[in-house]
């Protein structure tokens, strides 16, 4: 695996949910090799009233903890908003899917998404979650989450955020090699000698 580092690997592994939408391989790397904005983002895609709604959804699926940050510290919303500019096939699916998710919270709480309690903004997500769970008239709000998580698991992992969340080691000096690890070694029921 000399031509394929492992970083290109977890940008493999990253791409696939877009990959497995029908994005251009053009289009997605395009997207990952994108820096993160400096300064004030301004959305080619998503409008004014979308933008928030989008921020914080993007950080109910991947928030900030102990060991990294948000999705949106990772620029992941700014990520979508680029993908979705340039590729027309993912439009609507988000669009609707965003439209959707409003009029179930002014359903259910008379707000909008960004407006209701966090333990509101939870329920109705827990209800879209799990495809194989879904009661039939949520359906579109499932297909529309689990598009949204993978926009945003793409966006993260390829970002500075994701990669240093993966913890990869790869691509630095290494003074020696002193081969792989007994313990892993052990696990994998392998050993040098006896070639």
């Given at each position: 695996?000399?031509?394929?580092?492992?970083?290109?690997?977890?940008?493999?592994?990253?791409?696939?949910?877009?990959?497995?939408?029908?994005?251009?391989?053009?289009?997605i790397e395009r997207a990952v090799d994108r820096a993160v904005t400096r300064g004030v983002y301004q959305p080619r895609f998503f409008t004014a009233d979308e933008w928030p709604t989008v921020r914080?959804?993007?950080?109910?699926?991947?928030?900030?903890?102990?060991?990294?940050?948000?999705?949106?510290?990772?620029?992941?919303?700014?990520?979508?908003?680029?993908?979705?500019?340039?590729?027309?096939?993912?439009?609507?699916?988000?669009?609707?899917?965003?439209?959707?998710?409003?009029?179930?919270?002014?359903?259910?709480?008379?707000?909008?998404?960004?407006?209701?309690?966090?333990?509101?903004?939870?329920?109705?997500?827990?209800?879209?979650?799990?495809?194989?769970?879904?009661?039939?008239?949520?359906?579109?709000?499932?297909?529309?989450?689990?598009?949204?998580?993978?926009?945003?698991?793409?966006?993260?992992?390829?970002?500075?955020?994701?990669?240093?969340?993966?913890?990869?080691?790869?691509?630095?000096?290494?003074?020696?090699?002193?081969?792989?690890?007994?313990?892993?070694?052990?696990?994998?029921?392998?050993?040098?000698?006896?070639?």
């Amino acid at each position: 695996m000399t031509d394929f580092s492992r970083r290109d690997f977890a940008r493999l592994l990253a791409a696939a949910p877009l990959m497995a939408l029908g994005v251009p391989p053009a289009t997605i790397e395009r997207a990952v090799d994108r820096a993160v904005t400096r300064g004030v983002y301004q959305p080619r895609f998503f409008t004014a009233d979308e933008w928030p709604t989008v921020r914080l959804l993007a950080d109910l699926v991947l928030p900030r903890d102990e060991r990294s940050g948000s999705a949106t510290d990772a620029g992941t919303h700014e990520f979508m908003d680029f993908v979705l500019d340039a590729e027309p096939s993912l439009r609507a699916p988000i669009r609707s899917g965003l439209a959707w998710l409003e009029a179930q919270a002014h359903g259910r709480y008379g707000a909008g998404f960004t407006g209701i309690a966090d333990s509101e903004r939870a329920a109705l997500l827990d209800d879209i979650a799990w495809p194989a769970r879904v009661r039939p008239e949520l359906g579109p709000g499932a297909t529309f989450f689990s598009a949204f998580r993978d926009l945003v698991a793409s966006g993260f992992w390829t970002s500075r955020v994701g990669v240093a969340d993966l913890q990869y080691l790869g691509n630095t000096g290494m003074p020696a090699w002193n081969g792989c690890p007994p313990a892993a070694l052990a696990k994998l029921g392998v050993s040098y000698e006896g070639d």
